[in-house]
């Protein structure tokens, strides 16, 4: 490996992992106090006042609405994507576009409208919330999708069906397994859009939805805890590095 | 194992309102037979493969396979493996499970499948390469593997769509050896496609010329070589001389004099054409030369030298001949060409139509 390229690689570790470790101090910190370099005292009482004030459950909540919205917003953008990288949807670019509109309009001002129209509707808080984030998280799996369609040889299938398979067990034997990785990805950015989402919880979920980032907001907002506003802040930052790391693995196996 | 294919009437029009792919294709593939469909790219010839395989459905036309209509039936239920240009091994199985997968998606138990995987592997000279993940093979071994895969599902045709074309001249020669030792061994019927009349010649028992869609002219490669049907077909088994002429009482007459024809043609405008390997050239003063002229280029082919002769006349006209091996003529000397009377073909002038269009190979490929 070239040196620059080393170089780049460290730089750009540094770049991601330094905003971490006033965080990981902080969350061990039992004092910390204004010009000393490193905390006075050290211990667990951030992890205590954490676990106290619900960050359990909260994860809980958090892993299940990430969990959903990827169950849902992964097949749906695979379906999108698989046409939209074929030729056969008229205004193609149209379709595309109104898809990814989530991304363009401020999600705050999409949440506290359709919140109006959801309570009208008598939805329960919590589908609308998983109905408006599985929305919000189709851009991402569509446009992921499309590309791995577009770069997949349709070729593999036929070849299949001249094998003896049905056009039902081509795909689960041979498209999918083939598209696993760009899956995988699809999935992984679904799963952050439930995982990380604040606005749209908060607004449509009323506030009986407690999830991870409601709880670190709301302990953010006083003053006093800050080694517990780094635990939980950690909690909501390394499950999805982890399976970042994992989702990686996947491709690079391939 | 092995079945009779008859294409009739095959039509493929890819969109309304283009001109058809393919158009009222017609062939008998009798069954253990090799069939080679020739044509240059964009004939529609991997289109006759499609359509034989049920990837594409006709537009008119009937694929049968000992005499059942095979119309409607979907590819998986016509019993015809397919080997591509490009080897297609499925990259997240491993080499054996490629071979073992005709086997396992028709429910044979995954043990079963994977030894007799094994002896497909075999067939191919791959033993031992079955643990190897699909894509740590050279393109040789891919083809091969992709071959041992279509003759694992135990084919009733198999369908060749140019899967030598991408290897180098060794490893394609090596590649037509195992093939005709397959057919001795399996005896299946199959259908290839390619545009290497060489490859043709060297695999199938009967070649079928298509061009711009449509069926130029089908029989042993050694009668479409000797009597070319149209300049199409001329052209593609590498035939260069054409000299246009006029025939009457089977005296073709044109820039290179009156030439008698072994065979009856009927009146009226025509092309000759004649192989450069029947060309005999001999000095100017020969008693025995049709014709004479000047040696104007040499075109080396390995040992054999082509030499283009200019014949005088208002309009240039040129004829190709190969020479001994070994034999020498340098540029600018004057030659007599002896045209022996079984090597004059005439072929109907050029249509629009069939006209040579570089801008439309340059399109479309396969």
Known sequence: ?254 | MSAALDLEGLTRVHASGSAPALDGFTLDVPAGSCVAVLGPSGSGKSTVLRLTAGLDEPTAGSVRLDGRDLAGVPPERRGMAMVFQRPLLFPHLSVRDNVAFADRVRGVPRRRARERAEEYLGLVQLAGYGDRPARALSGGQEQRVALARALAAEPRVLLLDEPFSALDTALRAEMHDLLADLRLRLDPTVLLVTHDPAEADALADAVAVLDGGRLQQAGPLGELYARPASLAVSRLLGGRTEVPGTVRDGVHTSALGPLALPGPVPDGPGVLVVRPEAVRVTAPGDPAADVTGTVVRVRRRGLRALVVVQVPGPVGTAVEAELAAGEELPAGRPVGLVLPVGARTVVPPAGPASAPDPARSAISHG
């Not at chain 1, 750009?12 to 992992?17: K, R, S, T």
């Not at chain 1, 971490?20 to 006075?40: E, F, H, K, N, S």
């Open chain 1, 1 to 254: 490996m070239a040196l620059g390229t080393r170089l780049g690689r460290a730089a750009l570790a540094v770049w991601l992992l330094l905003p971490l470790v006033p965080l990981v101090l902080w969350a061990a910190a039992d004092r910390w106090t204004a010009p000393a370099v490193l905390p006075q005292a050290w211990g667990t009482a951030g992890l205590r006042d954490a676990v106290d004030s619900g960050a359990g459950t909260a994860s809980l909540r958090s892993t299940v609405l990430g969990l959903v919205v990827a169950a849902l917003a992964t097949p749906l953008g695979a379906m999108a994507g698989r046409a939209l990288a074929g030729s056969g949807v008229p205004a193609g670019g149209a379709v595309l576009a109104a898809l990814l509109s989530p991304l363009v309009l401020p999600p705050f001002a999409v949440a506290l409208g359709l919140d109006v129209l959801l309570l009208r509707l008598r939805v329960p808080a919590s589908v609308g919330v998983v109905l408006l984030l599985t929305v919000a998280a189709l851009p991402y799996t569509t446009v992921l999708m499309r590309t791995a369609y577009a770069a997949h040889d349709p070729g593999f299938e036929e070849e299949a069906r001249t094998l003896g398979a049905t056009a039902r067990r081509a795909v689960l034997a041979v498209q999918l397994p083939m598209l696993a990785p760009a899956l995988a990805g699809a999935a992984f950015l679904a799963f952050l859009v439930g995982w990380s989402d604040y606005v749209v919880t908060l607004l449509v979920g009323g506030g009986q939805l407690v999830t991870l980032p409601l709880l670190v907001a709301s302990a953010a907002s006083s003053v006093g805890n800050e080694a517990q506003v780094a635990v939980l802040s950690l909690g909501s930052v390394l499950p999805p590095l982890a399976l970042l790391v994992a989702v990686g693995l996947l491709g690079r196996r391939r």
